[in-house]
Protein backbone atom coordinates (compact mmCIF):
# COMPACT_ATOMS: atom_id res chain seq x y z
CA UNK A 1 0.00 0.00 0.00
CA UNK A 2 2.50 2.13 0.56
CA UNK A 3 4.44 1.65 -3.05
CA UNK A 4 1.39 2.48 -4.00
CA UNK A 5 0.86 6.01 -2.40
CA UNK A 6 4.06 6.55 -3.14
CA UNK A 7 3.99 5.82 -7.16
CA UNK A 8 0.70 8.63 -6.45
CA UNK A 9 2.87 10.99 -5.42
CA UNK A 10 4.99 11.07 -7.83
CA UNK A 11 2.69 11.15 -10.71
CA UNK A 12 1.60 13.91 -8.80
CA UNK A 13 4.63 15.61 -8.43
CA UNK A 14 6.24 14.86 -12.53
CA UNK A 15 3.05 16.57 -13.45
CA UNK A 16 2.51 19.49 -11.77
CA UNK A 17 6.27 19.57 -12.96
CA UNK A 18 5.65 18.61 -16.53
CA UNK A 19 3.12 21.53 -16.57
CA UNK A 20 5.05 23.85 -15.35
CA UNK A 21 8.06 22.84 -17.74
CA UNK A 22 5.62 22.65 -20.35
CA UNK A 23 4.69 26.80 -19.83
CA UNK A 24 8.10 28.09 -19.16
CA UNK A 25 9.47 26.04 -22.74
CA UNK A 26 6.43 28.08 -24.31
CA UNK A 27 7.38 31.31 -22.83
CA UNK A 28 10.95 30.62 -23.60
CA UNK A 29 9.77 29.83 -27.16
CA UNK A 30 7.54 32.80 -27.27
CA UNK A 31 10.78 34.96 -26.25
CA UNK A 32 12.44 33.70 -29.25
CA UNK A 33 10.40 34.49 -31.76
CA UNK A 34 9.28 38.30 -31.62
CA UNK A 35 5.84 38.03 -31.66
CA UNK A 36 3.48 38.15 -28.84
CA UNK A 37 1.81 34.68 -29.15
CA UNK A 38 -0.92 35.52 -27.15
CA UNK A 39 -1.58 38.45 -29.22
CA UNK A 40 -1.58 36.38 -32.27
CA UNK A 41 -3.85 33.78 -31.24
CA UNK A 42 -6.55 36.20 -30.42
CA UNK A 43 -5.59 37.86 -34.06
CA UNK A 44 -6.06 33.91 -36.02
CA UNK A 45 -2.76 34.17 -37.00
CA UNK A 46 -2.67 30.35 -38.21
CA UNK A 47 0.90 30.40 -38.35
CA UNK A 48 1.79 31.43 -34.56
CA UNK A 49 -1.08 28.25 -33.93
CA UNK A 50 1.39 26.06 -35.66
CA UNK A 51 4.04 27.20 -34.04
CA UNK A 52 2.80 26.93 -30.68
CA UNK A 53 1.34 23.28 -31.64
CA UNK A 54 4.86 22.31 -32.99
CA UNK A 55 6.52 23.55 -29.85
CA UNK A 56 4.35 22.07 -27.39
CA UNK A 57 4.45 18.75 -29.03
CA UNK A 58 8.29 18.83 -28.96
CA UNK A 59 8.30 20.15 -25.39
CA UNK A 60 6.63 17.42 -24.31
CA UNK A 61 8.38 14.52 -26.16
CA UNK A 62 11.57 16.44 -24.26
CA UNK A 63 10.03 16.52 -20.71
CA UNK A 64 8.78 12.66 -21.26
CA UNK A 65 12.37 11.46 -21.67
CA UNK A 66 13.91 13.62 -19.56
CA UNK A 67 11.03 12.30 -16.56
CA UNK A 68 12.09 8.90 -17.26
CA UNK A 69 15.28 9.52 -17.90
CA UNK A 70 15.17 11.47 -13.98
CA UNK A 71 12.96 8.71 -12.62
CA UNK A 72 15.92 6.02 -13.88
CA UNK A 73 18.24 8.41 -12.25
CA UNK A 74 16.09 8.65 -9.25
CA UNK A 75 15.59 4.79 -8.66
CA UNK A 76 20.22 4.49 -9.06
CA UNK A 77 20.27 7.02 -6.57
CA UNK A 78 17.08 6.18 -4.69
CA UNK A 79 15.83 9.90 -4.45
CA UNK A 80 13.04 11.92 -5.68
CA UNK A 81 14.78 15.18 -5.46
CA UNK A 82 18.02 13.77 -8.10
CA UNK A 83 14.91 12.14 -10.14
CA UNK A 84 13.59 15.97 -10.97
CA UNK A 85 16.70 17.41 -11.02
CA UNK A 86 18.13 15.62 -13.66
CA UNK A 87 14.22 16.04 -15.49
CA UNK A 88 15.01 20.08 -15.30
CA UNK A 89 18.45 19.95 -16.56
CA UNK A 90 17.09 17.32 -19.63
CA UNK A 91 14.57 19.66 -20.43
CA UNK A 92 17.02 22.81 -20.33
CA UNK A 93 19.02 21.08 -22.76
CA UNK A 94 16.11 20.36 -24.49
CA UNK A 95 14.58 23.83 -25.05
CA UNK A 96 17.66 25.66 -25.64
CA UNK A 97 18.75 23.54 -28.55
CA UNK A 98 14.99 24.12 -29.74
CA UNK A 99 15.86 27.62 -29.57
CA UNK A 100 18.87 27.64 -31.30
CA UNK A 101 17.09 25.47 -34.07
CA UNK A 102 14.73 28.44 -34.97
CA UNK A 103 17.75 30.38 -34.88
CA UNK A 104 19.73 28.40 -37.36
CA UNK A 105 16.46 27.96 -39.51
CA UNK A 106 16.21 31.85 -39.51
CA UNK A 107 19.78 32.38 -40.67
CA UNK A 108 19.58 29.42 -43.11
CA UNK A 109 17.01 31.26 -45.10
CA UNK A 110 17.88 34.52 -45.91
CA UNK A 111 15.43 35.15 -48.59
CA UNK A 112 12.78 36.07 -46.13
CA UNK A 113 12.47 37.27 -42.97
CA UNK A 114 11.01 34.22 -40.88
CA UNK A 115 9.93 36.19 -38.04
CA UNK A 116 8.17 39.17 -40.30
CA UNK A 117 6.21 35.97 -42.14
CA UNK A 118 4.96 34.77 -39.40
CA UNK A 119 4.36 37.63 -37.50
CA UNK A 120 2.49 38.23 -41.12
CA UNK A 121 0.55 35.38 -40.55
CA UNK A 122 2.65 33.15 -43.05
CA UNK A 123 0.93 29.85 -42.63
CA UNK A 124 3.19 27.95 -44.59
CA UNK A 125 6.18 29.57 -42.56
CA UNK A 126 4.70 28.25 -39.35
CA UNK A 127 4.14 24.88 -40.91
CA UNK A 128 7.77 24.85 -41.42
CA UNK A 129 8.53 26.16 -38.04
CA UNK A 130 6.07 23.50 -36.50
CA UNK A 131 7.50 20.98 -38.54
CA UNK A 132 11.04 21.86 -37.49
CA UNK A 133 10.34 22.07 -34.45
CA UNK A 134 8.69 18.37 -34.09
CA UNK A 135 11.85 17.12 -35.88
CA UNK A 136 14.21 18.21 -33.36
CA UNK A 137 11.88 17.31 -30.38
CA UNK A 138 11.84 13.86 -31.40
CA UNK A 139 16.05 14.26 -32.07
CA UNK A 140 16.59 15.53 -28.88
CA UNK A 141 14.20 13.56 -27.08
CA UNK A 142 16.45 10.65 -28.85
CA UNK A 143 19.26 11.75 -27.47
CA UNK A 144 18.49 12.06 -24.07
CA UNK A 145 16.93 8.36 -23.92
Not at 31 to 43: D, G, H, N, R, Y
Not at 64 to 84: F, M, Q, W
Not at 121 to 141: D, E, H
Request: with cysteine; glycine share 12%.
Amino acid sequence: MTNIVSEIISVAIYSVLGVILMLLGSFVIDLAIPCSFPEEIKKGNKAIGFISAGAYIAIGLIIRVAITSGEVVSEVENGLVSGILSTVFYYALGVVFLVIGYLLLKLINRKYDLNAEVGNGNTAAGIMVFGMFIGLGLVISGVIA
